[in-house]
């Protein structure tokens, strides 16, 4: 009795496949918004000190959110296809959540250990990072918004297109290096950092890569930014309290914030 041919894996198995049109869409959309955004949010009225980082934030959300609007228009419009299927968001997939939290945290704790033995660079995330409320933005950024959106547009979009067209293996490695690629402008004038970053976008590909699903990704990221908060955080406490009270600025100490403070920037 012979057996039945196994199952063809998921991805492989999909009923849409992406044309180049489509990534040159996509692809187009991201490049003309981060030229067009950025200039448009200059001319928003935002007050105090944490301006610059206000309207960083306030770009980088209309960007990321403008160009997965495209791709959704493109699955549920051009294609009829159901989101949430073809970004690979998908419950049932063969890892626990514990063990994904473990692994991010995990993740984050040697990013911080390895940024700590580079010396701190003037890069220009570290300058909209000068004050509390812009510290407090980009917390919150990382930790509700980055996952679910970077994860969507990298490891639920590209990985899709990747590997449909160069297999897995690729799929991870393009991944990574678009994330790093990303990233490299905040990170400017830190090779180091931009190392940290591709590394840690390589583990998210990997786990989009063995899991199947888009959803462990999320958590891996979710948990990796989480725990470089909490050390941040952590950090930030211990250094007021060794400051004396006229110390406000106490917080920013690069030396007592150390690899936690880059590996914040670093995990956007």
Known sequence: MTRPPAAPPADAAAEHRWRVQDVTLVG????????????????????????????????????????????????????RLRFFDEIRWRRGYPARNGALCLWGMTLAIAVI???????????????????????AMFAVYAVLFAPVLEETLFRGFLFRVVDQW???????????????IVHAPQL????????????????????????GSLIPAVIVHTAYNG??????????????????????AAWTDSAAMGGANRSMMESR
């Open 28 to 79: 187009g959309a991201f490049i003309a918004l981060n030229l067009v955004v950025p200039s448009v949010v200059v001319a928003v009225d935002v007050g105090g000190a944490a301006a610059a980082a206000a309207r960083a934030l306030i770009a980088t959300l209309v960007v990321q959110l403008a160009v997965i609007g495209v791709i959704a228009v493109l699955i549920r419009g051009v294609y």
């Open 113 to 135: 250990a390895a940024s700590a033995l580079f010396p701190p660079n003037d890069t220009p995330i570290e300058q909209l990072l000068s004050t509390p409320g812009a510290v």
């Open 166 to 180: 160069a297999g897995p293996r690729a799929a991870v490695l393009t991944t990574a290096a678009a994330f790093g």
């Open 188 to 211: 400017w004038g830190s090779l180091a950092a931009i190392l940290v970053i591709f590394a840690v976008g390589y583990a998210l590909s990997e786990v989009r890569r063995r899991t």
């Open 227 to 248: 725990t470089i908060l909490l050390v941040f955080l952590a950090g930030a406490l211990a250094g007021a309290g060794r400051a004396g009270p006229d110390d406000g």
